[in-house]
């Protein structure tokens, strides 16, 4: 297993940054870390390489909890990361956002934003159904479901109603702009998931060969 370093943050919102030729640039800025190292856990203990990151102050803990974090601060949340170096990390060690440095490629992970029960039209981007000749109650309507199967039936997995958002995703090779240090605060160009103050994973980027296959549209 490769190393996947990271770090856990806050989504902060989007800006626009103005390079010293005028190009704009769009971004989204992080809120990472710091974040805490509150377990180390091996191949021959717990049967896998990984550390445990805290981020975030909580309020409240339990008796359980406050066990656990005992060499760290009141941690509000917690998330594992696949690592095959974790004799490089130590319980109470501090990860910030000097992980990263402008030009890195990152893949950022949060809970998109969650839209409720939603229609084909809204969650797939159907086209709908035609808004003439009597049909001015189908329009959005998802029309026949198990035409052409033998017997019939509606087959796993079609594209219907339901509920859309609210799903954890990946956004790969996002590019990191800007590294604020004294102020934790990580600028990747483009968008990530999830709402205002949700919470992202941010780790370096798993698939950077892909991204360097990939050419820019001819313009």
Do not use: W
Request: hydrophobic share 35%; net charge positive.
């Amino acid at each position: 297993m490769a190393i996947r370093q990271g770090i856990l943050g806050k989504k902060a919102g989007m800006v626009q940054l103005f390079a010293e030729s005028g190009e704009v640039t769009p971004v989204t800025v992080i809120e990472a870390g710091p974040c805490y190292v509150t377990q180390v856990k091996t191949k021959d203990h717990d049967g896998y390489n990984a550390i445990q990151i805290g981020f975030g102050l909580a309020q409240r803990l339990n008796k359980p909890e406050r066990n656990h974090l005992k060499n760290c601060p009141p941690l509000r949340h917690l998330r594992e990361i696949r690592t095959d170096d974790v004799d490089q990390y130590q319980v109470g060690q501090v990860i910030d956002v000097s992980l990263f440095q402008p030009g890195d490629l990152v893949d950022v992970t949060g809970i998109s934003k969650g839209k409720g029960f939603a229609g084909g039209v809204k969650r797939y981007h159907h086209r709908g159904g035609p808004k003439t000749h009597g049909a001015s109650d189908r329009v959005r309507a998802p029309g026949a479901s198990g035409s052409t199967t033998t017997p019939g039936r509606v087959v796993k997995g079609l594209h219907r109603a339901g509920h859309m958002g609210n799903r954890r995703v990946t956004v790969l090779n996002l590019k990191v702009v800007k590294v604020d240090n004294e102020r934790n605060l990580l600028a990747v160009r483009g968008a990530v998931p999830g709402p205002v103050n949700g919470l992202v994973l941010i780790r370096k980027a798993a698939k950077t060969q892909l991204a360097k296959k990939k050419r820019p549209l001819q313009g």
